[in-house]
């Protein structure tokens, strides 16, 4: 059996439409669809007389009871108002002589003191730089060099707090300028 080489074989020739001698007419189609524009157009047209026709009818179907006279409001006369009372409001008088006592047991101060650690750094620069950062906020930060197993770290501290509330009301100023990394802890120094 011969191969055949389809590729080089090209395209198979194309059969040749025939030429219409009305170029420039439109064929008009004869049987149902011819109509179609018609119909719809004929529907469209008696839905409007229908609804011109129903709008007619309902205009005279409106009720004469209605009274079309204009009724102008009667300016009240000063006799026609009664008196206004007179507002007596008696917490006015009572409140200046009321007292609020409230015990307050008073905190007892501790020799606790609190530090706020809030980064620590391999290199001085970085520390010095957190420094600032936290300069800018008002508060005062020391840097803490400290050697241990793992090497020289440089520590971002910030205290002594007199108080827990102290501290945490730093840290959350810090938190503003997205400083989150603070810890409080209870350290002697």
Same mark, same amino acid.
């Given at each position: 059996?011969?191969?055949?080489?389809?590729?080089?074989?090209?395209?198979?020739?194309? =059969?040749?439409?025939?030429?219409?001698?009305?170029?420039?007419?439109?064929? #008009?189609?004869?049987?149902?669809?011819?109509?179609?524009?018609?119909?719809?157009? #004929?529907?469209?047209?008696?839905?409007?007389?229908?609804?011109?026709?129903?709008?007619?009818?309902? =205009?005279?179907?409106?009720?004469?009871?209605?009274?079309?006279?204009?009724?102008?409001?009667?300016?009240?006369?000063?006799?026609? +108002?009664?008196?206004?009372?007179?507002?007596?409001?008696?917490?006015?008088?009572?409140?200046?002589?009321?007292?609020?006592?409230?015990?307050?047991?008073?905190?007892? =101060?501790?020799?606790?003191?609190?530090?706020?650690?809030?980064?620590?750094?391999?290199?001085?620069?970085?520390?010095?730089?957190?420094?600032?950062?936290?300069?800018?906020?008002?508060?005062?930060? +020391?840097?803490?060099?400290?050697?241990?197993?793992?090497?020289?770290?440089?520590?971002?501290?910030?205290?002594?707090?007199?108080?827990?509330?102290?501290?945490?009301?730093?840290?959350?100023?810090?938190?503003?300028?997205?400083?989150?990394?603070?810890?409080?802890?209870?350290?002697?120094?």
């Amino acid at each position: 059996m011969a191969q055949r080489d389809y590729v080089s074989r090209g395209k198979a020739p194309q =059969k040749k439409k025939p030429e219409n001698k009305k170029r420039g007419k439109s064929q #008009v189609k004869s049987g149902p669809t011819a109509s179609f524009p018609i119909v719809r157009l #004929v529907i469209v047209v008696i839905l409007l007389i229908g609804f011109a026709v129903f709008l007619w009818s309902i =205009k005279d179907n409106a009720s004469s009871e209605v009274d079309t006279e204009v009724v102008r409001p009667v300016a009240p006369t000063q006799e026609a +108002l009664p008196e206004l009372p007179k507002e007596e409001w008696e917490y006015i008088r009572t409140l200046p002589g009321y007292e609020v006592e409230v015990d307050v047991a008073e905190q007892e =101060k501790s020799d606790k003191r609190y530090l706020m650690q809030c980064a620590s750094f391999r290199t001085r620069a970085q520390a010095e730089e957190m420094k600032a950062k936290i300069a800018f906020q008002g508060l005062e930060a +020391l840097i803490r060099q400290s050697s241990g197993s793992n090497g020289e770290w440089f520590r971002v501290i910030l205290g002594p707090f007199e108080s827990k509330r102290d501290a945490e009301k730093a840290k959350h100023s810090l938190r503003k300028v997205n400083i989150a990394t603070c810890q409080i802890w209870y350290w002697n120094l």
